[in-house]
């Protein structure tokens, strides 16, 4: 069973300060990492997608990737009191017999307080 | 651009009857997946349809199946229904049919589905 682990929080930050969210993952062959965000009684929508090591930036939000330790993080900068959501971490990887499953973790809510 | 659509919102049912939940994705994504989420497991992998075959399929007994039609709408099924059944049922559509890629999904608001 392929496992997607995040810590659940919550996450207090207050705003303006930098939010850090981790996830590590279990399946060393994993090759696509995603997070999502999910506001409380909403779907999640996805935010950042990484494919190889090293950070990946999108306007406040960088995605850092580190295969050999399994470890996937998600900054945001100047935090605002609208990021306060869940955000999920979410690993492809081979679920056997040449299939494949977009495994989430449980999520790590973040409380940015004004 | 029309978003996901999942039918219907809301929905009750009692032990041991069936329910049928729509999913219409975003005009072009064919590739439709399906998703638990409850509280404490979060979301979970049901199944994933691409032009009506399904590539991928979670760790959910046979009770659950799905299909997908040749416009890419999707349906899944519950027969059987368990009171542990109760949950939020999201659908969500992908346009890339690369795997690695699929990850990228749009999703609906989500079937709220209580069993009593």
């Known amino acids: 069973q392929k496992e997607v682990e995040q810590n659940s929080g919550p996450l207090s930050v207050p705003e303006g300060a930098i939010a850090s969210l981790n996830c590590t993952y279990s399946d060393r062959v994993s090759q696509s990492f995603f997070w999502y965000r999910q506001y409380s009684g909403k779907s999640p929508e996805l935010i950042m997608s990484?494919?190889?090591?090293g950070d990946k930036e999108d306007g406040r939000f960088t995605a850092q990737l580190n295969k050999a330790s399994q470890y996937v993080s998600l900054l945001i900068r100047d935090s605002q009191p609208s990021d306060s959501a869940t955000y999920l971490c979410a690993v492809i990887g081979a679920s056997g017999a040449g299939s494949y499953q977009l495994t989430f973790g449980k999520g790590t809510k973040l409380s940015v307080i004004p | 651009k029309a978003g996901v659509t999942q039918t219907p919102r809301y929905l009750i049912k009692t032990r041991g009857q069936q329910v049928t939940l729509s999913c219409s994705p975003i005009?072009?994504?064919?590739?439709v997946s399906w998703y638990q989420q409850t509280p404490g497991q979060g979301l979970q992998f049901l199944f994933e349809?691409?032009?009506?075959?399904?590539?991928n399929k979670g760790n959910f007994p046979g009770r659950f199946s799905g299909r997908q039609f040749s416009n890419s709408r999707s349906e899944m099924n519950v027969s059987t229904l368990e009171l542990g059944d109760s949950a939020l049922y999201l659908c969500?559509?992908?346009?890339?049919?690369?795997?690695?890629?699929?990850?990228?999904?749009?999703f609906g608001e989500g079937s709220r589905l209580t069993v009593l």
């Open positions: 349809y691409f032009s009506e075959t399904q590539r």
């Open positions: 005009s072009g994504h064919r590739s």
């Open positions: 969500a559509s992908s346009l890339s049919g690369d795997y690695l890629l699929s990850g990228e999904l749009f």
């Open positions: 990484i494919y190889s090591n």
